[in-house]
């Protein structure tokens, strides 16, 4: 079984710039997670869909961060425009329902210069 | 404050070494408990699982869950180098069971 799929693994931009994440769940898979790795921390949740409805994003940052879930698959997490603060790894986690198994993907390492 | 507190080692044990992971925490709605194992530059992978209070065992894993002292704990039996790794706890509450709250990890280094 495929695991789930993020992209790209690195991104290096420059303070004020726009980037995006792209992130395609495992099959079969309603609940869909971002998270927010800071070096030296924990995975932060930044945004939960069901299906394609937001269920969570509480810890999102609105006034920067975007995040949408079209067809209830794939999804993509946006940044615009970028802070330093902003350089961590983003990943993407996907589950059949709220309580079941998280599986997440490797991650994208976004650098803010 | 945080709301999971993790011991933020490093830790480095010899081959073979009995290994304590100790999270606390303060939000007694928390009664799911997730044990995480994080390779470098991979993606957290999900260890033990444990609801409510009390003790699962899995293979050389053992997660202990204690309400009462908001404390649980993962150990590791009989560690090994491929065991080298942060390991990171998690709880979410019942009322949103899909909502993690992790600690900040322990690395731990098992030295042949």
């Known amino acids: 079984e495929a695991g789930v799929a993020q992209s790209p693994r690195y991104k290096i931009i420059e303070k004020r710039q726009s980037v995006a994440f792209w992130c395609n769940p495992i099959s079969g898979h309603a609940t869909l997670y971002w998270y927010q790795q800071i070096l030296g921390q924990g995975p932060k949740l930044l945004i939960q869909?069901?299906?394609?409805?937001?269920?969570?994003d509480s810890q999102l940052p609105k006034d920067r961060f975007s995040a949408e879930r079209l067809k209830g698959v794939d999804s993509t997490l946006k940044i615009q425009p970028a802070k330093l603060e902003d350089s961590a790894v983003y990943l993407c986690?996907?589950?059949?329902?709220?309580?079941?198994?998280?599986?997440f993907g490797p991650g994208t390492r976004l650098t803010v210069l | 404050q945080k709301e999971v507190e993790q011991d933020p080692g490093p830790l480095s044990v010899p081959e073979g070494a009995i290994v304590s992971l100790n999270c606390t925490y303060s939000n007694s709605a928390f009664q799911y408990f997730m044990w995480y194992r994080q390779y470098s530059r991979k993606g957290p992978e999900l260890l033990m699982y444990t609801y409510s209070s009390g003790n699962k065992e899995d293979g050389r894993f053992t997660a202990q869950v204690d309400k009462s002292s908001k404390y649980i704990s993962l150990f590791i039996r009989d560690s090994q180098p491929s065991d080298s790794a942060t390991y990171l706890c998690a709880m979410s509450a019942i009322s949103n069971a899909g909502k993690s709250t992790f600690g900040d990890g322990t690395t731990l280094t098992v030295k042949p």
């Open positions: 986690a996907s589950s059949l329902g709220v309580y079941n198994e998280q599986f």
């Open positions: 869909f069901q299906n394609n409805g937001v269920v969570d």
